[in-house]
C-alpha cells in the first residue's frame, strides 16, 4: 500500500482531488505538539486504506503551503479535512487518534463500496461516469450519459477536428495525456479529439436528452496550445447563451432575436489551468425541467478567429424519460 502525498503547490492538490473518489488532506506543522501526537497515527491509516484512484491520503505543511491552509480555513492544524468527487464533505480538528481512525475508515469502507461501478476520473460502465475536469457539487450528479447523441447538431465547426459526439466522450483529452511526452502531443495532433469554430469564433451545439433533466452546472473543456501569441491559436469560450426545450438547433440570426434563458460571461479566472476546464453556474430555478439544450458560443476570450472546445459534461438529476424521437415543448398543450 501507498503512503501519503506531500503537497507542495495549490495545483498538485487540484490535480490529486481530480484523480480519486476520496481524498483526506492532514494540514500540519513541524512544531505543533498535537501534530506530532497524531500524525503517525494519520501515517499508519494513509498506508493501510489508501487505495490509488479511490481513496488517496495527502499532507499539507500549513506553514510552508500557506496559500492553501488559508483557502480552506485550516492555519491553525492539525486539521483535517475529507474531499469527495472534488468537494469539501467534512472536517474535524485536533488530536483525537480514536475519531480520527474511526471517521477515515468509515469513509473508506464508502469509497470501496462506491466503487464497485467505476471511481471518480476513469470510465464507468453505467451512469455519467467517465472524465470529468473538476468535482461535482455535493449531492448532484454527472448526468452526461443522458445526451441523446443521435440527435446531436453542432453547426460552423471545422470539418478537419473531431465530430460533434467527440465532445461527449467519456476519455481524458488527448492534450492532458501525462507521462507520454512527446508521443502524448503527437497523438493529440493525430487524433485532433476536440471541435474548433470555422469561419468565425462562433459555434451553435443543440443537445436533446432521453430524459427530462434538473441541470445544475455544465463543465466545458477547452485546451487549447499555451505560450503561443498568434492569431491562429483557437479561443477558449468567452460568451455563452443558452436556451432551453427547442424542438431543434438555432440558426445564428435566429438566435440574436430569441432572449437566451441564462447568458454567460468566462474570465480568464475561471479556467482550472490544470484540466482546461471552467464551470457554467447556472440558475437552477431556470433548468429544472429541460429535455433539450442549445449552447450559442457568441465569441471567445482573445483576438483569434477560431474557438474550441474538447469536452462538456451536464452536471444535475435525471428524472422521466421520454420516447425517443419526441420531443415536446415544456408548457405546450396537446
Same mark, same amino acid.
Given at each position: 500500500?501507498?503512503?501519503?502525498? &506531500?503537497?507542495?503547490?495549490?495545483?498538485?492538490?487540484?490535480?490529486?482531488?481530480?484523480?480519486?473518489?476520496?481524498?483526506?488532506?492532514?494540514?500540519?506543522?513541524?512544531?505543533?505538539?498535537?501534530?506530532?501526537?497524531?500524525?503517525?497515527?494519520? @501515517?499508519?491509516?494513509?498506508?493501510?486504506?489508501?487505495?490509488?484512484?479511490?481513496?488517496?491520503?495527502?499532507?499539507?505543511?500549513?506553514?510552508? #503551503?500557506?496559500?492553501?491552509? #488559508?483557502?480552506?480555513?485550516?492555519?491553525?492544524?492539525?486539521?483535517?479535512?475529507?474531499?469527495?468527487?472534488?468537494?469539501?464533505?467534512?472536517?474535524?480538528?485536533?488530536?483525537?487518534? #480514536?475519531?480520527?481512525?474511526?471517521?477515515?475508515?468509515?469513509?473508506?469502507?464508502?469509497?470501496?463500496?462506491?466503487?464497485?461501478?467505476?471511481?471518480?476520473?476513469?470510465?464507468?460502465?453505467?451512469?455519467?461516469?467517465?472524465?470529468?475536469?473538476?468535482?461535482?457539487?455535493?449531492?448532484?450528479? @454527472?448526468?452526461?450519459?443522458?445526451?441523446?447523441?443521435?440527435?446531436?447538431?453542432?453547426?460552423?465547426?471545422?470539418? %478537419?477536428?473531431?465530430?460533434?459526439?467527440?465532445?461527449?466522450?467519456?476519455?481524458?483529452?488527448?492534450?492532458?495525456?501525462?507521462?507520454?511526452?512527446?508521443?502524448?502531443?503527437?497523438?493529440?495532433?493525430?487524433?485532433?479529439?476536440?471541435?474548433?469554430?470555422?469561419?468565425?469564433? &462562433?459555434?451553435?451545439?443543440?443537445?436533446?436528452?432521453?430524459?427530462?433533466? $434538473?441541470?445544475?452546472?455544465?463543465?466545458?473543456?477547452?485546451?487549447?496550445?499555451?505560450?503561443?501569441?498568434?492569431?491562429?491559436?483557437?479561443?477558449?469560450?468567452?460568451?455563452?447563451?443558452?436556451?432551453?426545450?427547442?424542438?431543434?438547433?438555432?440558426?445564428?440570426?435566429?438566435? %440574436?432575436?430569441?432572449?437566451?434563458?441564462?447568458?454567460?460571461?468566462? $474570465?480568464?479566472?475561471?479556467?482550472?489551468? /490544470?484540466?482546461?476546464?471552467?464551470?457554467?453556474?447556472?440558475?437552477?430555478?431556470?433548468? #429544472?425541467?429541460? /429535455?433539450?439544450?442549445?449552447?450559442?458560443?457568441?465569441?471567445?476570450?482573445?483576438?483569434?478567429?477560431? /474557438?474550441?472546445?474538447?469536452?462538456?459534461?451536464?452536471?444535475?438529476?435525471?428524472? %422521466? $424519460?421520454?420516447?425517443?424521437? $419526441?420531443?415536446?415543448?415544456?408548457? %405546450?398543450?396537446?
Amino acid at each position: 500500500m501507498s503512503g501519503s502525498v &506531500q503537497i507542495s503547490s495549490p495545483a498538485q492538490l487540484s490535480s490529486l482531488l481530480l484523480s480519486s473518489r476520496v481524498v483526506v488532506v492532514n494540514f500540519y506543522n513541524e512544531w505543533s505538539p498535537a501534530c506530532k501526537t497524531i500524525g503517525p497515527v494519520y @501515517d499508519q491509516l494513509a498506508k493501510s486504506l489508501s487505495r490509488p484512484g479511490n481513496v488517496m491520503f495527502a499532507k499539507v505543511n500549513a506553514e510552508q #503551503q500557506a496559500q492553501i491552509a #488559508q483557502s480552506y480555513s485550516a492555519t491553525n492544524p492539525p486539521v483535517f479535512i475529507v474531499f469527495k468527487n472534488g468537494q469539501q464533505v467534512s472536517k474535524f480538528t485536533g488530536a483525537n487518534p #480514536q475519531q480520527l481512525s474511526d471517521a477515515i475508515k468509515r469513509l473508506a469502507a464508502e469509497a470501496e463500496s462506491d466503487g464497485s461501478s467505476g471511481g471518480f476520473g476513469e470510465a464507468s460502465s453505467s451512469g455519467g461516469g467517465g472524465w470529468r475536469g473538476t468535482g461535482l457539487p455535493r449531492g448532484y450528479h @454527472d448526468v452526461t450519459d443522458q445526451v441523446d447523441v443521435p440527435g446531436l447538431d453542432l453547426m460552423n465547426s471545422d470539418s %478537419e477536428f473531431g465530430g460533434v459526439r467527440t465532445l461527449f466522450e467519456k476519455t481524458q483529452p488527448s492534450t492532458l495525456a501525462v507521462g507520454k511526452g512527446k508521443a502524448a502531443a503527437t497523438d493529440s495532433e493525430s487524433n485532433k479529439d476536440w471541435v474548433e469554430s470555422d469561419v468565425d469564433e &462562433q459555434l451553435m451545439l443543440y443537445m436533446p436528452f432521453t430524459s427530462s433533466l $434538473k441541470i445544475h452546472t455544465i463543465q466545458i473543456t477547452s485546451c487549447p496550445p499555451k505560450g503561443e501569441d498568434d492569431d491562429e491559436v483557437p479561443l477558449r469560450p468567452k460568451t455563452i447563451h443558452l436556451y432551453t426545450n427547442r424542438q431543434h438547433n438555432l440558426g445564428f440570426e435566429e438566435a %440574436e432575436d430569441i432572449p437566451p434563458t441564462q447568458a454567460i460571461e468566462l $474570465k480568464s479566472s475561471d479556467w482550472d489551468e /490544470t484540466t482546461g476546464t471552467a464551470k457554467l453556474e447556472l440558475r437552477f430555478v431556470k433548468f #429544472q425541467n429541460v /429535455t433539450s439544450l442549445v449552447l450559442f458560443v457568441v465569441d471567445g476570450n482573445g483576438e483569434g478567429e477560431r /474557438t474550441r472546445i474538447d469536452r462538456i459534461r451536464i452536471i444535475g438529476e435525471s428524472g %422521466e $424519460k421520454r420516447e425517443l424521437g $419526441k420531443l415536446e415543448k415544456i408548457g %405546450e398543450d396537446d
